[in-house]
């Protein structure tokens, strides 16, 4: 049970809850800078989704399907 990105353990606890990362700055700033590369989208009939942020959906403005 140990982090993916420093490979410190993590608490047994955050482990079982579904989080394979630890605390530390180093890794919370990691998850930051992952976390900016996407945007939350609306898509037709699906909900929101997660989009890159240089994805194609994103520049031509038509996420909704609409033309």
Not at 4 to 24: D, T
Not at 41 to 49: H, N, S, V, W
Request: net charge positive; hydrophobic share 25%; charged share 25%.
């Amino acid at each position: 049970m140990d982090c993916i990105y420093c490979g410190q353990p993590v608490v047994p606890e955050r482990w079982e809850a579904g989080y394979n990362y630890c605390m530390s700055a180093s890794c919370s700033h990691e998850l930051r800078e992952r976390r900016e590369q996407y945007r939350l989208i609306l898509m037709p009939k699906q909900g929101f989704t997660y989009v890159k942020s240089d994805s194609p959906d994103l520049l031509n403005g038509k996420s909704s399907g609409r033309q």
